[in-house]
C-alpha cells in the first residue's frame, strides 16, 4: 500500500483558516502531522507611520471575537508611548470591560464550541455534533450560554459603547466614567450568571470525571507555561509580570512585560504563516510553551476569588502540583477562569473607586517616550502589543505577538499526537478527524488574530499517499 | 411613499392590526459595500420619520415601534431575546454572487447548517435558534444587495450605493403587503 496524506480543511468550530495535514506511511500508519495556518498577514507593517493613538481602535479590527484584548494591549502599549500612569479608577474600568470579554469568550467556547464534543461525543454524527445538538439535547443549558454570552456582551456595551470594536480605553485611562444605574444592573444579574458557570464547570469535571483515561492521554505532553501574575504569584488576566514555568514546574523565568524580547523570540517554518514563539534562553524547540487557561492555571499560585480558588485547588492536584499536561484539561481551566472572571466583575464594581471620575491622566510634556509595550492575558493566552514611534508619535515599528502565535507548537504538537493515537488510514472514519480537530479546539484558537489577517476566514483535513498524491480531504 | 406608509401604519396600529417588524442590517462599516446595509437602514428610518443612527448606535436602545431597525456588525445569538418580541424579521445584508440579482429579496426560511466559523449566525440559523429555543416564529425575509468593493474604506461603491433606494422601497413594500390583511 502506498503512504498517504490527509487534510482537514477546514478545520472547524475553532477562529479563523487553519489546515492539517496527515502523512501516512505505506502501512496507513500516520507518520507526520502538519498544523498550517495560511492566511496573510501584513498588519504590524501597515500600521507604521499612523499616530500611535489610532492604535487602541485599529488593531481591535484584527477581530470581532477578541477585539477588547487588541484594544486594551494597545492601549497599555500607548500608556507607554506617551509616558502616562492611568488612574486607579481607569485600571479598574479598563479590568471590567476585560472580564465582560471573559465572560463572553469562555462562555461560548464551552458552551458553543466544545461541548458539543464533549456532550454528544467525538463519534456524534456530524450532522448534530454542533450547537444546533446542543439546542435539541438540552434547549435549558443553551439558553443559560445564550445568556452567559449576552451578559458579557453587555458589560462590554455598557463601557465602550457597542459590543463590537468599543470605544473606551484611550492613552492614560478611559474616556467615560461608569455611572451608578449600569453598575447596579449588572451587579443584579451577577449571582445568575455565576449560577450558570457553576453548571458549566459541573458539566466539564463530570465529563473529565467519566473519561479520565481519555482526558488523561489526549494530546498530553510536556512543555513550558507562560501567564501574568500578580506579585504574589497569583492569577492575574490585566497586569502583572510574565511568568514562565517549565515542564517541571520550576519558574523558568520571570520578567516584566516590557522586557518580553529579552525573553521571547519567534522561529519560523516554510509550512505555516504563524510564528512559533519561544523561550529564548531555551532555544529552539526546547523554549516552545504554552499559554491560555492551561497554561496561566499552571504557572499561578493561587486565584484571588473564593470559588475559582477552590477549583484552582483542585486542579492542581490532578498532577500533585505539577503541570497539567493533558490538552484537553484546557476545558477545565477555562471554566475555572470563567467563573474567576464573574467572582473578578463582583470585586471590581464592589471597590468604592470604580465610579470614580478620575480616569484619564493627561501628559505634562508633549515629549514622548517613542516606545511602549502593553501586555495583557487575552482569553486564549498572552497578547503582546509593542509600538516604536518617532518624536511625532507616528509610529515606525509594531510588533503583535497574539495568543494564538503563542500556541502554536503546542496545536501542531497536539494534532500530531491525536493523529497518531487516533487516525488509522487504513480504515479512516470522520470520528478520527474530528479527534484531531477536537485537539486544536482545546486551545481555542483564533487564527484571524494569529496572523492578523484581513479578508477569508475558513480552516481544512488532507490525506496524502507515499507518492504524494492526495487521497482524501475533509472541508466542510 | 413614506407618507403613505406612515399613514397606514398608524391606521394598522390604532386598528391594532400591525404586525411588528425588526428591519436587521448588518456588516462591516470598515469595509465599504460590506456596510452597505447601515446606509439602507438611515434611509428607511428618514423615510419613517425616525432618529437616524450615527455609527457608533445600533438602534437597540430605542426599540418599542411597530417598526423598528437596527445595525449591527454581525448577527448574534442574544438577539434572539429581541427577535421574540417581533412578527416579522426582515434581514439586511451584502451580498457577492454574480448569479444572484444585484438586489436579491426572498423569504428566508429556519436552517441549521454547521457553520465553518463559529462567529459565523446567517438569518435562517438565527430564526432556526429561535423556533428551537423561544418557540418563535416570525416571519423571516432577507434583502440582499451587491457589493463590488470590500477595501478598508467607509465609502460605498456608485453600483451599490444605488441599490439602496430600491431596497428601502422593497422594504417598505413589504411592510404595506404583510399588513393589507
Partial sequence: MNARKITIEPVTRIEGHGRV???LNEEGKVEQTFFHVDEFRGLEKFCEGRPYFEMTQITQRICGICPVSHHLASAKACDGVARLEPPRPAKLLRELLHMGQYVQSHGMHFFHLAAPDLVLGFDADPAIRNVFGIIAANPE?????????????????RLGGKRVHPNFAVPGGVNSPLNQKDRDEILAELDTMVGIAKVAVSIGKDWIGSNMELVKSFATFPSSYMGLVDMEGGLQLYDGEIRVMDAEGNIAAQFRTDHYLSYVAEHVES??????????????????????PLGRLNVADKIGTPLANEEFKLFKQIN??????????????????????????????????????????YPSSTKLAGQGVGVVEAPRGTLFHDYATDENGQLTRVNLIVATGNNNWA??????????????GNKLTEGMLNRVEAAIRCYDPCLSCATHAIGKMPLEITLIAADGKVLDRISR | MDIIVCSLATFYIYKGIMNRTLVI???????????VAYYVIN????????????????????????????????????????????????????HVYENVDNLHCTPVTQDYTPPTFSHNITPPMLLAFLKKLYHREPNGYLVSIRGYDFDFHRNLSVDTKALVEPAVEYIQSRLLSDNAH
Avoid at chain 1, 338 to 350: F, S
Avoid at chain 2, 25 to 35: C, E, I, P, S, Y
Wanted: glycine share 10%; aromatic share 10%.
Fill in chain 1, 141 to 157: 443549558l443553551a439558553l443559560k450560554a445564550v445568556n452567559l454570552r449576552r451578559y458579557g456582551q453587555q458589560i462590554i456595551e
Fill in chain 1, 411 to 424: 496545536m501542531h504538537t497536539a494534532s500530531g499526537l491525536v493523529a497518531k493515537a487516533f487516525v488509522d
Fill in chain 1, 21 to 23: 495535514t496527515v502523512h
Fill in chain 1, 320 to 361: 500533585s502540583g505539577k503541570p497539567v499536561e493533558g490538552s484537553l484539561f484546557y476545558h477545565y481551566a477555562r471554566l475555572i477562569e470563567l467563573v474567576y472572571a464573574l467572582e473578578r466583575i463582583a470585586q471590581l464594581l464592589d471597590d468604592p473607586d470604580i465610579l470614580s471620575t478620575d480616569i484619564r491622566a
Fill in chain 2, 43 to 94: 434611509a428607511l428610518r428618514r423615510r419613517l420619520g425616525q432618529k437616524i443612527l450615527s455609527e457608533e448606535m445600533t438602534g437597540l436602545e430605542g426599540l418599542g415601534g411597530e417598526i423598528d431597525s437596527i445595525f449591527l456588525s454581525q448577527l448574534v445569538p442574544e438577539l434572539m431575546d429581541v427577535l421574540t418580541d417581533y412578527d416579522q424579521v426582515i434581514f439586511v445584508d451584502a
Fill in chain 1, 271 to 292: 509550512w505555516s504563516f504563524l510564528k512559533f514563539p519561544y523561550l529564548r534562553k531555551l532555544g529552539w524547540p526546547n523554549g516552545t510553551y504554552r499559554v491560555g
Fill in chain 2, 25 to 35: 442590517g448588518f456588516g462591516n462599516l470598515d469595509r465599504a459595500d460590506d456596510g
